[in-house]
């Protein structure tokens, strides 16, 4: 069963970037797709990128197209989300998951396995 680690979170300031990685530990992430998701106290969890199990699919929530980037390395069984010209809007838990898919998906009960978040506040 995989475990992820989420790591990289952070405060910084209205424009500001951070990278964010999703460790896996106990399998190995070239099995699957993964994604990122964020969720604020009393909120729904919102997508925010996911990548196909090859990396060659990538899909962004239309709020960070452009400024966050997802890639993976499965040689160091982590993904990573590069997030850039961070905006007040962006605070979250950012959550890693896993999916037993061969293709990426927007929808958080299709994957598998889930970090425990990583804290992203950004100041004004």
């Known amino acids: 069963q995989v475990q992820l680690v989420e790591s990289g979170g952070g405060l910084v300031q209205t424009g500001g970037s951070l990278r964010l990685s999703c460790t896996a530990s106990k399998g190995a992430t070239s099995r699957y797709a993964m994604g990122w998701f964020r969720q604020a106290p009393g909120k729904e969890r919102d997508f925010v990128a996911a990548?196909?199990?090859?990396?060659?699919?990538?899909k962004y929530a239309d709020s960070v197209k452009g400024r966050f980037t997802i890639s993976r390395d499965d040689a160091k069984n982590t993904v990573y989300l590069q997030l850039n010209s961070l905006k007040p809007e962006d605070t979250d838990v950012y959550y890693c998951?896993?999916?037993?898919?061969?293709?990426?998906?927007?929808?958080?009960?299709?994957?598998?396995?889930w970090g425990q978040g990583t804290q992203v506040t950004v100041s004004s």
């Open positions: 998951a896993a999916g037993d898919l061969l293709y990426y998906t927007t929808i958080d009960r299709d994957y598998d396995y």
């Open positions: 990548i196909s199990r090859d990396g060659g699919s990538l």
